[in-house]
């Protein structure tokens, strides 16, 4: 296989409609819009989530609990992850990043106390859970809050 032989899945393509050219064309006078109404004047564009005047679906929709607009969500690595490093390692986010524990967010990362750890580690991270503190300085290690 090679780029020479690839080819678009059949249906995956379709030419532009060309409107306005003239009545053989099928899409000649009103271009396809019909005779008046609000989507046939020009400029106009239906508003995000708008369904025709019916009450629409995200109105619809019961809303449950209560949505926090302050949380801070953070990308969690557990204890038990960090083992993968050598003794004496320097961890930071962006070695566990290039390691594939934890993914780029916006918060940062936390780490978590599932798991055990039985090396000296200095661990920097945005936020530790306690029994992750617990567990990294019972091993001799350091926790580090950036």
Wanted: charged content about 20%; aromatic content about 4%; proline content about 3%.
């Amino acid at each position: 296989m090679d780029l020479s032989s690839l080819t678009n899945t059949p249906g995956s393509r379709h030419a532009r409609k060309r409107v306005g050219r003239g009545m053989a064309s099928g899409h000649g006078k009103t271009s396809g819009k019909g005779h008046k109404g609000q989507m046939a004047h020009k400029g106009h564009k239906h508003k995000a989530g708008f369904e025709g005047g019916q009450m629409p679906m995200m109105r619809r929709l019961p809303k449950r609990g209560f949505k926090n607009a302050a949380r801070v969500a953070f990308c969690g690595v557990n204890v038990a992850a960090l083992a993968m490093f050598d003794a004496g390692t320097e961890v930071t986010p962006a070695l566990m990043r290039q390691r594939g524990l934890a993914a780029v967010h916006p918060s940062g990362i936390k780490i978590l106390g599932d798991g055990d750890l039985a090396k000296k580690l200095t661990v920097k991270a945005q936020a530790f859970s306690v029994t992750a503190k617990a567990k990294i300085e019972a091993a001799g290690g350091s926790c580090v809050v950036l």
